[in-house]
């Protein structure tokens, strides 16, 4: 995209060079500079191509800077704020934002005094490497707030990633943060714990791990299909009850609690094709494990 103008990003860890990388290789930005904590950059493309310049410490950004993102730490977000808005006045039309997916937009108030319009910009996508995680950028869903002026420099780069903009209420911004946490975040210590029955069961934790990636990403493309309620499948949604008790005598006393507490989610999906006598045998099940 020409004429993108020049960007700011503080912060060279996995989101911040992510985010970086995938504008630059969509052309969203005419130029970019990171910033960080450390003399050296990283090892990264970006530098290494040539593609941005890297800044030792806080800088105050350029006249034709578009776009300030704080790519830290939640809890370093305020005082980042504050001393960003020591440096000086905002260059005209710049926006900051911060990457955090549960802050509001308040902890931007110094710079919005400072002349920056301010707003959130959290990708929607897990962000595990700074340099696969931009290939996972473009066409993921971005959670935009901010001011009509945050908004629109957002959409705009955004739009050059080719993702669509998920509006967020600023009061609501926990919530939706939850959510994605326990769509992704949640799902590295399932695999786990699966990976850790199968080496009970005789087979090493690599293989087990190789063996139950094509399961899941089954799963995730039955649900992208059928949705999540035409995509339940198993014991349970089946009222196999006599399996379901087989596990829990199979599983130690934490695998058993929770198993359970999954389990009572996913009845909870089955129900209404359920006969009502199996859905409450299995919730009183269940509910027992839980209990202890």
């Not at 860890?13 to 050296?40: M, N, P, Q």
């Not at 549960?102 to 897990?126: C, R």
């Not at 609501?172 to 994605?180: G, I, Q, T, V």
């Not at 009850?241 to 058993?256: F, N, Q, S, W, Y």
Request: hydrophobic content about 45%.
């Amino acid at each position: 995209m020409s004429g993108g103008g020049h960007v700011v990003i503080v912060g060279p860890g996995r989101a911040g060079l992510s985010l970086g990388y995938a504008l630059v290789r969509a052309g969203a930005v005419d130029s970019l500079t990171v910033s960080g904590r450390r003399v050296e950059p990283p090892a990264h493309p970006l530098f290494t191509e040539g593609l941005a310049e890297y800044a030792f410490g806080l800088i105050r950004p350029g006249p034709h800077t578009v776009a300030m993102f704080l790519a830290v730490p939640d809890g370093v977000v305020p005082e980042l704020a504050h001393a960003l808005a020591v440096l000086g006045p905002a260059p005209e039309g710049c926006a900051a934002f911060h990457m955090s997916g549960a802050l509001s937009t308040d902890v931007l108030a110094p710079l919005h005094a400072s002349g920056y319009e301010v707003g959130s910009f959290h990708p929607l996508q897990a962000l595990a490497h700074p340099v696969t995680g931009a290939a996972r950028l473009p066409g993921s869903w971005v959670a935009v707030t901010g001011g009509p002026g945050a908004v629109s420099v957002a959409r705009r780069l955004a739009a050059a990633l080719g993702s669509p903009i998920l509006a967020v209420p600023e009061a609501r911004r926990p919530l939706y943060h939850a959510a994605a946490v326990m769509a992704s975040n949640f799902l590295p210590p399932l695999m786990d714990n699966a990976c850790r029955l199968l080496e009970r069961a005789g087979i090493p934790y690599e293989q087990a791990l190789s063996a139950l990636l094509p399961l899941v990403r089954g799963t995730l493309e039955n649900i992208a299909e059928r949705g999540v309620e035409g995509s339940v499948a198993g014991p349970i949604p089946r009222g196999d009850v006599e399996t379901v008790e087989l596990h829990l005598r199979a599983l130690d006393p934490e695998g058993r609690r929770l198993y359970a507490t999954l389990g009572l989610e996913l009845l909870r999906l089955a129900a209404p094709s359920m006969p009502e006598d199996t859905r409450r045998s299995l919730v009183e099940r269940l509910n027992a494990e839980i209990r202890g």
